[in-house]
């Protein structure tokens, strides 16, 4: 919207120079004209600006009780984002980031890598993570999902080492830990939602978990010697996953936003749940109070007698 305001501007000047040589006469009209645009743009292209910093300085206004919410999709912003202000400014940092970097070289890595070798390289990454993966079973007090992963584990890094997943066919599929779901299958309040720098949407329990979980990285140790190559299999690795929804990214609509943050929070939630041994179908992420009461009023008006 600013650079809209500028471009008008921009353009308006120019007519009325242009205007200017070719009618002397016209001088103080279109020199008045210019001036009043000139003022009027600076303040209406500023006026996101204040409205934006306005908003992030309404962040003060956030108690310690704010961040103490378990947040899941069906709250208000208010409750289950917070700190939304903030987070929409880091939002639109990770946006330009993706839409001049990250995008452009996931499609390329797309349309040049083959699948066969993008699902090799995939496989051989979560196979490296079911050690993790167990460990974080194990600490949930599923040791026989535990077993499964070790198996896992051991099944396809003696067959193909990790490149290809025979587990699978036999039976064993791969369910993904990490130590924020862990921390949220013994209740642990994930706190108010957060987008972190580059990363993207999380959460404070997520946010811990995944700098534990990158601590708990075979590849740091593995490479330990050597942060170039342990940062470019961390690049590749964003990638890849940048690769993956290429395909699903225009679904979304309206507010991006909201729309991810959303998502994020009913699949966390769900995943969690799912480890709880919750049934799937009973487990609800959209506020139904109010279509209760609505319900309750239309019953009550379609039993009353129509006269």
């Not at 020199?31 to 409205?51: G, I, L, N």
């Not at 409750?79 to 990770?94: G, H, M, S």
């Not at 080492?161 to 025979?166: I, R, Y």
């Not at 993207?200 to 990158?214: K, Q």
Request: glycine share 6%; aromatic share 10%.
């Amino acid at each position: 919207m600013q650079h809209t305001h500028y471009y008008l501007c921009a353009t308006l000047l120019a007519v009325s120079f242009a205007s200017t040589v070719q009618a002397n006469d016209e001088l103080s009209t279109t020199a008045t004209s210019d001036a009043s645009v000139s003022e009027v743009a600076p303040d209406e292209s500023s006026m996101s600006q204040v409205s934006r910093l306005e908003s992030l300085k309404e962040l003060k206004n956030v108690k310690a009780n704010d961040l103490k919410v378990n947040a899941n999709a069906a709250q208000p912003d208010s409750i289950k984002d917070p700190l939304e202000a903030l987070n929409r400014e880091t939002f639109a940092f990770n946006d330009f980031l993706d839409r001049n970097f990250a995008r452009p070289v996931a499609v390329q890595y797309k349309t040049k890598v083959p699948d066969s070798v993008r699902g090799a390289y995939r496989s051989f990454r979560k196979n490296l993570n079911e050690p993790w993966n167990a460990v974080n079973q194990l600490v949930q007090g599923r040791p026989s999902r535990a077993a499964k992963s070790l198996g896992r584990f051991t099944i396809n890094t003696v067959t193909t080492l990790g490149f290809a997943d025979p587990a699978r066919r036999l039976g064993l599929d791969m369910e993904e830990e990490g130590f924020g779901t862990t921390l949220g299958y013994y209740s642990v309040p994930s706190g108010p939602y957060l987008v972190l720098p580059i990363i993207g949407p999380s959460t404070f329990r997520d946010g811990i978990g995944f700098f534990v979980d990158g601590q708990a990285r075979p590849q740091r140790y593995m490479f330990d010697n050597n942060d170039g190559i342990y940062w470019s299999d961390q690049m590749l690795r964003g990638i890849d996953a940048r690769a993956q929804i290429l395909d699903v990214e225009d679904v979304l609509q309206g507010d991006r936003y909201a729309a991810i943050r959303d998502i994020y929070l009913q699949r966390k939630n769900f995943e969690i749940a799912q480890k709880q041994g919750l049934d799937a179908d009973n487990i609800s992420f959209v506020d139904e109070e109010p279509d209760d009461g609505m319900d309750d009023t239309q019953d009550e008006d379609s039993s009353t007698p129509s006269e």
